[in-house]
């Protein structure tokens, strides 16, 4: 059973990816400012990104008699927590920067598959009328526990698609699979950019299809 946010803000840095570094921003004004590579692509704006309901909350409910007991404990244990340990794991081996002006991004998807109905209440207001539902995100957000400067952030935001098993082939398929190739055309299209970091009239106001132009190289 999944409780769908009220206040749906996105994910910030969605989708992680390993292996490319973060992108500075600069306009005429002298101002600078650092994206991570799915914001600079901006991801967010991506039907992917966006169509699915976003939920913080869910449990396990174990029918008892006409009642539902709710369990929060065992899924974070068997969910949650496995595949925020192994997106961890997986972002540190691939977190080398560029290797002789290369890189070697890697768009990584957490996906929990669920043979079991899903249940999704869309409001406090609705909490005696849930719906089915085949396809939501998880956000959560954890502490860092490899915090490397007093000015990173002390938490790591995570999102989860859980997928029904009879959806499984047509979220791979319709949803995931564009999702990637799209990703992929927009992160060759600012190859440079990744590299250098990019000029833009307002980095303030950055949106993908405004003009963008590598950082000159300085010259002695």
Same mark, same amino acid.
């Given at each position: ?10 994910? &910030?840095?969605?989708?992680?990816? %390993? ?23 901006? #991801?967010?704006?991506?039907?992917? %990104? ?9 449990? +396990? ?6 009642? #539902? ?19 961890? !794991? ?13 890189? !070697? ?9 669920? =043979? ?8 406090? +207001? ?7 539902? &085949? ?19 002390? =938490?790591? =935001? !995570?999102?989860?698609?859980?997928? =029904? ?6 979220? #791979?398929?319709?949803?995931?699979? &564009?999702? %990637? ?31 963008? @132009?590598?950082?000159?190289?300085? @010259?002695?």
């Amino acid at each position: 059973m999944f409780f769908k946010k009220v206040a749906d803000f996105g994910i &910030p840095g969605f989708p992680v990816i %390993a292996g490319c570094p973060n992108v500075e921003l600069r306009d005429g004004t002298g101002r600078s400012r650092t994206l991570s590579f799915s914001s600079l692509l901006c #991801a967010d704006q991506l039907s992917f %990104a966006k169509e699915p309901p976003l939920c913080s909350v869910f449990s +396990q409910a174990v029918l008892s008699g006409k009642q #539902a007991e709710l369990s929060g404990e065992e899924p974070y244990k068997g969910i949650i927590l496995p595949l925020v340990k192994v997106l961890d !794991y997986v972002r540190d081996l691939w977190s080398g920067t560029a290797n002789g002006g290369r890189l !070697y991004p890697k768009m990584l998807v957490t996906i929990c598959v669920v =043979h079991s109905p899903m249940v999704l209440v869309e409001s406090p +207001q609705k909490t005696n009328d849930p719906v089915l539902i &085949p396809w939501l995100r998880v956000a959560r957000q954890e502490a860092k526990s490899n915090k490397r400067s007093p000015w990173e952030s002390s =938490h790591q =935001h !995570y999102a989860i698609d859980v997928v =029904h098993v009879d959806f499984f082939d047509s979220f #791979a398929k319709d949803k995931l699979l &564009p999702f %990637a190739a799209e990703f992929f055309q927009r992160a060759s299209r600012v190859a440079e950019i990744l590299r250098k970091g990019g000029v833009v009239d307002d980095v303030t106001a950055w949106k993908w299809g405004q003009t963008i @132009t590598p950082i000159p190289r300085k @010259t002695s």
